[in-house]
């Protein structure tokens, strides 16, 4: 059985069963994940401004930070050091050197932070970080791969972006091609060509999947 959606555009591999009106006892975990460049952050960042009670998982990450983001909001700029340290001490649900030189995770207590606070938590995290979060909470969790229409469009969006070096351009399109091949691993993809189309159907999706319980 399905979360029924006649929507052709995305392809459910796990199965569902709708059932409207349940009351949710348990936070969810939506985890948005795809190659840099792909559009999942702007589509994370559209699904927090609609009515589904979610809030963003903050990261920790020993990048430096850019200058229009915040720490605390956009994720926790800490030290290798201070990573370390968090890493030696259990602190992170999950962890990634996700590229050369610069980690990022999950820490447990942002999962709590969020959920005492009534709401479900949003991720926009690398493939391997979406695969263990869905390992460790499986059926609360809604992964979500967002596919770029080509390798040619993630390149054009970096360099759009401006927030790369040439170097560090290179390693984000050869991880890239690597990561394409991971979407059939996740529960749902959503194709970002059109950027309204892709934001509907994130909704689409993301708002079934909290009031659906899966088989099992
Ligand atoms: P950026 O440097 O562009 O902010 O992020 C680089 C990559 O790291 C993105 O694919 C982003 O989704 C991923 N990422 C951000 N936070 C985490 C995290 O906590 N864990 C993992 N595994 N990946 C993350």
């Not at 995305?10 to 190659?35: D, E, M, R, W």
Request: proline letters at 2%.
């Amino acid at each position: 059985m399905y979360c029924l959606s006649k929507h052709n555009r995305f392809i459910f591999y796990n199965h569902f069963i709708f059932q409207k009106n349940i009351s949710l006892v348990q936070g969810k975990l939506i985890i948005f994940t795809a190659p840099s460049g792909s559009g999942k952050t702007t589509l994370v960042k559209h699904l927090l401004k609609q009515d589904l009670n979610l809030s963003f998982s903050v990261s920790a990450t020993t990048r430096e930070k850019r200058a229009k983001e915040t720490d605390g909001k956009d994720y926790y700029f800490i030290s290798y050091k201070a990573f370390l340290q968090k890493i030696e001490n259990g602190d992170f649900l999950e962890y990634q050197e996700v590229y050369d030189g610069n980690y990022y995770g999950t820490l447990h207590k942002e999962l709590e932070r969020v959920w005492a606070m009534g709401k479900h938590i949003i991720f926009d995290i690398d493939v391997e970080g979406a695969l263990n979060i869905k390992r460790a909470y499986g059926e609360r969790v809604l992964t979500v791969f967002v596919r770029p229409p080509s390798v040619e469009v993630i390149e054009q969006r970096l360099r759009r972006r401006a927030t790369e070096s040439k170097k560090t351009l290179k390693q984000r399109l050869d991880k890239a091609v690597a990561e394409l091949a991971y979407e059939p691993r996740f529960d749902v993809s959503v194709l970002n060509d059109d950027l309204d189309t892709a934001k509907a159907d994130a909704y689409e999706i993301v708002s079934k999947f909290l009031v659906c319980e899966k088989v099992l």
